[in-house]
Structure formats: structure tokens, C-alpha cells
């Protein structure tokens, strides 16, 4: 009897421990986020009272704590520099997910800095950032030149000095470059007109893949780059950094200095003076130097910013400045020494190195100004307020005879103003979002006494937009909608052979998103996004009618045009693992009405010489690509990266593909860190190489046949040193080790020569 009642207990012991365990699988998620801009907080402490078990936040915002049982459990979250959190959990079954938003504490805690108000990208479509390491190593290369190193992204150059981003295929006026937080006006329509922005003056660069138009209005229907300088300091703090770059190819010397400072008597002021200077002599291709492709730029920018609990307010200006050569063979003096230097594929001569300057050149000088503040309404919504006035000088100058070599053929000024006006709320609960109404006025003159027809009209554009956008996140789940309307009004003029031709054109339509964002794990992401965009036709493919200088080709616009519309979705997988990290990214991207410049195959004879004529074109288009990067520790010491991009674009009305549309492309390379596994600073030798292939994907008829595929290597090293509190970080790169001839298919002057050949680029970073 004895002997039954012991094994009838241990049996219900063993089915209770049991049923326990099968209750202790339980998991707490969730996302940490500020509550003043939803940006994403790294490092946040959580601990489970209860069950003495905690964890700590990801760079997204997310934790997970796993093995807990069925229960009432208390949660608490903290974060210097902010409020604690508390929170009561119950936990019922599989796993509970929330999204916690953390307050600031303002200026209460002593010494702890709490830096100036920065909006974070906001968005669930596909975004990659260059930073850290990776813009130390970008150091002295244009906007363009540093973006490639994000897959997706390539550039539309005009020789090696002049390089615009493209994003899936998309450029100029498709892509919007906002210069902290000011979208840049310019004359982007030109594929020679490279974006007037020092790269020097961020501390991180941003792309956006999406469809944003709801956000940021129609001229970022393929993408978005966003280039932010430091935060502001709030307290009392100074901080040095001095960069000096040298190239051997070109001979190329550049320096920047960035200085940032806060107040000791006033709290929350704080301040950033930078200034860079870049002098650049003729590039060499492998056997000759390309002349006239020298480059003089001298560019600065400074901001000075308050910050409290309540208030904030900022002022920035920045300034570029550069003049830089056009290759003398893209402009020839007839039809048949056009022909030859077309069918040789490299000038005939093979030129000398000189820093000089000269006629066809362009120079171009753009201000920006910016006056934005926010006030707190309450603690779940903050009033945004932002100015920008930005004017943009260009000319653009050609081989002309006598005194008119000093006069500019092209001499353009555009004045931009922008009113920025929006609420963001953000709630302790699951809700956020933001309201706004934007507004942008242009005025675009040619510069009389150029003794040419100009190449397009005078104009004065007016655009108001109005937009909403909300979000809605519960731990590892975020979905966002937005919606926006757009009204712009065109009015151009200008003289024609003593004629004057005006025009009056409105333009109006709807823009939306939808898209979500999950966490399946606390190492794999899933983001989708689908977004309506739209663009109305820019004033260049209305009415171009000349010779396009910088260009080295005449183009001819078609009043006729329609807006473009698209509908892009966009699909991201990425996982973060320990030793891994994948990310693909995959899209399809109808668009209707695109429109593209076309060669006809024709040729413009006049007494500055004899250059190849373009139309702008209409056509039904559909995008669609992929972009993968990944990367992976083999050991301690060895590590390699791997990524790249296939971008196709179908001219669905006829069947047939556009011009200039980048090849399949591929990057692939291998790490030795030669740094103690103790020791974080980065001691680390690259071999790298690019693979590019020929594009097959040809139009119908193109000047000369797209160039053969070509492979490139190139090696780097870094080494940081820290030397008492100061750090200097030192990097040797070797770009086209082997000093191959080739010739990319994106350039529009592979026509006349081959890219640059080897080039040996030192770079000193000094930080005190």
C-alpha cells in the first residue's frame, strides 16, 4: 500500500514538473525607442524582477527574454540620460510584445550630455547608412564616388571628376539629396551638374531606396540620400578633427577641418565650423593624361544651436564652391574628327600633367542657409518649424574665339525658398506620426551677356504640399501609411531669334505609401513597402534647345511631356548574427510616361565645333532588381564581404531597353585584423575586387557599342592610434592596383577615353 501511494506521488510530481516546464517557453519582447523622435536606442538596460533574468537592446531598440513561465512579472528599463521605465507584465502564453519610448531627463542629471535634436529616418522601406569606419575610409571622394560602397547604389559620371548617385537605375532629378534636412536645389537636371555638397561636413550618410514622395515630395520618386552633419553638443565640450587626403593619380591634395564646441555659461548652445579645401590637376588613364580634367574647390559650413527640454532652435549655412575642367577631346572642331576620336576610343594625344584650368570648364558656386526650431507642446507632441534659402550659380564655359572665351555660354542662377511646417506625436502608447505642409518657390534666370541662345527658359515654380503619415509599432511589428497631395505651377520665358516664348504649366496629383516592418527574431528582419510617386517633367526636357556645354552634346526637349507616375515595392530581408550579416533587397518598379535622353544618332556642326544631338524621350517603363550584400567572420582575424546588384529597365511600349541603366555589377573582398582581439582599434588590410559586366541590355541604337566587362583590384589599410587622449586613424588605398584600361559603361564620356587608371590615396584623420 506504502509502496503504491509513493508511486501515485511521484507520478504527480513528475507530470506537475512537466506541465511546468511546458509553461516555462514563454518569451518577453520588445523595441526601445526615444520619445522624441522614435530613433531607435542601443544599450538600454531590461530586467525581469521576478525572474532575476534581463537583457540588453539591440542597435534597432529590440530585446527578447526567453524561458519564462506563466505569471505577473515586472519590467523595468533604463537609460542614462533618461526616465526609467516600469512596467506590469502578464504573461498568459507564446510570447508578449510591446514598444517602449523612453523620455529624456533634460538637463536634471549633471554631466550626463544630451545632444541636440536630430530626426531619425523614419521609414520601413529599405535604408542603408554609410558611417563609422566606412565613411573614414570614403575621405575625399565625391557624393557619388562614396555611395558605391552601398549595394544598389552607382553612379552616372561625366569623365572622373563630375559623378551623380543613381539608386535602382534612377538619377538627377529622381533622387532628392537633403543637406542637413534642406532638400538641395541646383540645376540637377544635368547628367554632367554633380551634386554641390561636401561630403566632409557628415558624420553619416543615409540612403533611402524607397519610393518617398509622401515624405519628401515628387523629385524623390527613386530614392532619397540624406547627409547629416554631427549633433550639436549641449554642454560644455570642444572637439578638433583634421582630415588630409593625397592622390597620386591627379596629383590630388585635399584638407578639412571640423571644429565643435558648446557653451560653458549657457546650456544647450552649442556650435560646428568646418571648411575643406581640394586641388586636383589632369587624371591619367593607363599610357596618357586626360587634359583639362582638373579640379579646384573650396567649400565650408557652420551651424550654432540651442537645445533645452522645451525649445530648440538652429541656424546653418554652408557654402561650395568649385571649378573644375571638361576633357578638351569631348569637344572636337569637326564631324569627321568627332568620328575618329569616337571609333579610337582615347585621344590621340597623350597629353602632359598641368593643374591649369581652361576652357571647357565649369564653375559653380551654391549658398545654403537654414533656420529650423521645434517647441513641446506636451510630452506627445512637438510643433517643427524650418526656412531654407539656398541660391546656386553656374556657368559653364566653352571654346570660344576672342574676348567671348572670358563669357560664360551657360550662366544660370536659381533662387530656392522653403517653408517647412509640421506636428510629430509620439505616444507612450503604440501611435506616431506626422503632419505637415510643405512649400517651395524657384526663380531660374539666364544671366544676360552670354551672346547665346539659352539653352532653357527663364522660370518661376510654385509647389505646396500637403502630407500625413502614421505609425503604428507593437514590439517586433511596425506598419506605416502615409498620403499626400502636391500642386505645382510653372511659368517660363524667353527669347527666341527676338521672339518671346512663354508657357504656363500646372501640374497636380496624389501620393501614398503603405508598409511594415518584423522582427522575426531578434536577428532577422523582414521590411515591404509600397509607394505610389510622381514627377512632373522639369523645365530642361520641356524646353532644351541648344548646345548642352558641360554636356559636350545638344539637347532638344518636347513641350509635350507628361508627369511621370510610378508604384514602387520594395522587399528587404536582413539577419544580424555574430559572426554574419545578409541583407537582400528586391523590387519591382512600373512607371508610366518615364522620360529619358535619347542619342538620335545625329550630329550638330557650328563654329564651336561639332557634338553628338540627344532628345528627350516618353516611354511606358518597368524597373525591377535585386541588391545583396553580406559579410562574415572566418576567424578572429580574417573576415570578407560580398555584395552587388542587378538593375533591369524595359521600354515596355516597344519592348527595348533605355540608355543608361547600370550593368550587373559585383564587389567582393577579403579582411586581415592585425589588432589583439582585446584591442578595438582597427589595424585591418583589405584586398578587394570589383566585377562589372558588359551590358547586354542595350537600346536600340547608341553613339558607340557599350564597353567590354572589366575586373578591378584594390587594396587598403587602416591603422588607428590613440595617442593620451587623441586619437589619429591613418589609411593607405591603392584603387586599380594593376592599372587596368577600362571603360564604364555609366560614364557618358567613354566615348573619348578610357577611366583613371592606378591611383595611391593617403588619408590622415587627427581627432583632439
Given at each position: 500500500?506504502?509502496?503504491?501511494?509513493?508511486l501515485l506521488l511521484t507520478l504527480i510530481l513528475l507530470l506537475g514538473f512537466k506541465s511546468q516546464a511546458q509553461d516555462c517557453n514563454l518569451s518577453i519582447r520588445g523595441k526601445i525607442i526615444h520619445l522624441e523622435n522614435n530613433e531607435p536606442i542601443d544599450?538600454?538596460?531590461?530586467?525581469?524582477?521576478?525572474?532575476?533574468e534581463g537583457a540588453i537592446s539591440d542597435q534597432n531598440?529590440?530585446?527578447?527574454?526567453?524561458?519564462?513561465?506563466?505569471?505577473?512579472y515586472t519590467l523595468t528599463i533604463q537609460y542614462l540620460g533618461h526616465k526609467d521605465v516600469r512596467d506590469t507584465v502578464q504573461l498568459e502564453s507564446n510570447t508578449f510584445s510591446k514598444t517602449y519610448r523612453l523620455e529624456d531627463e533634460a538637463f536634471e542629471l549633471g554631466g550626463v550630455e544630451i545632444h541636440g535634436h536630430r530626426d531619425a529616418v523614419q521609414t520601413t522601406t529599405a535604408v542603408s547608412a554609410l558611417y563609422g569606419e566606412k565613411l573614414m575610409e570614403s575621405r575625399g571622394e565625391n557624393l557619388g564616388e562614396s555611395l558605391k560602397r552601398i549595394s544598389g547604389v552607382s553612379t552616372f559620371s561625366t569623365g572622373n571628376s563630375i559623378s551623380k548617385p543613381v539608386i535602382h537605375g534612377m538619377h538627377s532629378n529622381r533622387i532628392m539629396i537633403m543637406n542637413n534636412g534642406i532638400r538641395l536645389e541646383g540645376q540637377q537636371w544635368g547628367a554632367e551638374h554633380a551634386p554641390e555638397i561636401d561630403p566632409f561636413l557628415a558624420d553619416e550618410i543615409t540612403v533611402v531606396k524607397g519610393a518617398e514622395t509622401v515624405r519628401y515630395g515628387p523629385e524623390a520618386m527613386g530614392g532619397v540620400i540624406l547627409v547629416n552633419p554631427p549633433p550639436l553638443p549641449t554642454k560644455s565640450t570642444s572637439k578638433t578633427s583634421l582630415n588630409l587626403v593625397g592622390g597620386s593619380n591627379g596629383r590630388m591634395g585635399n584638407i578639412n577641418v571640423v571644429h565643435i564646441g558648446g557653451s560653458e555659461r549657457i546650456k544647450g548652445l552649442g556650435y560646428r565650423i568646418q571648411g575643406s579645401a581640394k586641388r586636383s590637376g589632369n587624371v591619367k588613364s593607363p599610357g596618357y593624361f586626360q587634359e583639362n580634367t582638373g579640379v579646384s574647390e573650396l567649400n565650408l559650413s557652420s551651424s550654432l544651436?540651442?537645445?533645452?527640454?522645451?525649445?530648440?532652435a538652429e541656424a546653418y549655412y554652408s557654402l561650395f564652391n568649385t571649378e573644375l575642367g571638361i576633357l578638351n577631346d569631348s569637344h572636337t572642331g569637326n564631324l569627321s574628327d568627332l568620328e575618329n576620336v569616337i571609333a579610337n576610343g582615347r585621344p590621340f594625344a597623350d597629353g602632359e600633367f598641368s593643374y591649369d584650368i581652361v576652357n571647357p570648364k565649369q564653375k559653380v558656386t551654391h549658398h545654403l542657409a537654414k533656420l529650423k526650431s521645434h517647441y513641446h507642446i506636451s510630452g506627445s507632441w512637438k510643433l517643427n518649424f524650418q526656412y531654407g534659402f539656398q541660391l546656386n550659380h553656374r556657368q559653364e564655359f566653352d571654346k570660344r574665339r576672342g574676348s567671348l572665351n572670358d563669357k560664360a555660354s551657360l550662366d544660370l542662377e536659381l533662387y530656392t525658398n522653403t517653408i517647412d511646417l509640421y506636428v510629430n506625436h509620439t505616444h507612450k502608447n503604440e501611435l506616431s506620426g506626422t503632419w505637415g505642409i510643405n512649400f517651395i518657390q524657384q526663380a531660374n534666370t539666364n544671366v544676360p551677356g552670354t551672346g547665346v541662345t539659352p539653352l532653357i527658359p527663364n522660370y518661376d515654380m510654385v509647389n505646396t504640399g500637403l502630407y500625413a503619415m502614421e505609425k503604428y509599432s507593437k514590439g517586433p511589428l511596425e506598419v506605416e501609411a502615409g498620403v499626400r497631395y502636391d500642386f505645382r505651377n510653372v511659368n517660363t520665358a524667353r527669347y527666341i531669334s527676338e521672339e518671346l516664348r512663354t508657357s504656363k504649366l500646372d501640374y497636380q496629383n496624389f501620393s501614398a505609401f503603405i508598409g511594415g516592418l518584423y522582427h522575426i527574431s531578434p536577428n532577422l528582419t523582414f521590411n515591404t513597402n509600397v509607394g505610389s510617386a510622381w514627377r512632373p517633367p522639369n523645365v530642361n526636357e520641356l524646353f532644351s534647345e541648344g548646345l548642352h556645354h558641360g554636356a559636350a552634346a545638344v539637347e532638344i526637349g518636347n513641350p509635350d511631356m507628361d508627369s511621370e507616375k510610378s508604384l514602387k515595392w520594395i522587399n528587404e530581408i536582413q539577419y544580424d548574427g555574430k559572426k554574419t550579416h545578409l541583407e537582400l533587397t528586391a523590387y519591382l518598379n512600373?512607371?508610366?510616361?518615364?522620360?529619358?535622353?535619347n542619342p538620335t544618332g545625329e550630329t550638330y556642326v557650328s563654329l564651336r565645333g561639332t557634338f553628338n544631338v540627344y532628345e528627350y524621350l516618353q516611354a511606358n517603363a518597368f524597373f525591377y532588381g535585386v541588391d545583396f550584400a553580406g559579410s562574415y567572420e572566418l576567424t578572429d582575424k580574417i573576415s570578407g564581404y560580398l555584395k552587388g546588384s542587378i538593375v533591369q529597365a524595359k521600354n515596355t511600349d516597344n519592348k527595348s531597353y533605355f540608355p543608361f541603366i547600370p550593368s550587373n555589377r559585383m564587389d567582393w573582398g577579403v579582411s586581415y585584423d592585425f589588432?589583439?582581439?582585446?584591442?578595438?582599434?582597427?589595424?585591418?588590410?583589405?584586398?578587394?575586387?570589383?566585377?562589372?559586366?558588359?551590358q547586354k541590355r542595350e537600346p536600340d541604337f547608341d553613339i558607340a557599342p557599350p564597353?567590354?566587362?572589366y575586373a578591378l583590384f584594390n587594396i587598403s589599410y587602416q591603422k588607428q592610434l590613440n595617442i593620451?587622449?587623441?586619437?589619429?586613424?591613418l589609411g593607405l588605398q591603392v584603387h586599380n592596383l594593376l592599372d587596368t584600361d577600362y571603360k564604364d559603361y555609366m560614364n557618358r564620356f567613354r566615348y573619348f577615353t578610357y577611366d583613371m587608371g592606378r591611383n595611391i590615396l593617403l588619408k590622415i584623420n587627427y581627432e583632439f
Open positions: 500500500m506504502n509502496l503504491k501511494l509513493g544599450a538600454a538596460y531590461v530586467w525581469v524582477i521576478e525572474a532575476e531598440g529590440n530585446f527578447t527574454i526567453k524561458n519564462l513561465c506563466r505569471g505577473t544651436g540651442y537645445s533645452s527640454s522645451k525649445l530648440g512600373p512607371i508610366r510616361n518615364y522620360i529619358y535622353l589588432a589583439k582581439v582585446s584591442d578595438s582599434r582597427t589595424n585591418k588590410l583589405t584586398l578587394s575586387n570589383v566585377l562589372v559586366a558588359e564597353p567590354p566587362a593620451g587622449d587623441d586619437k589619429l586613424n
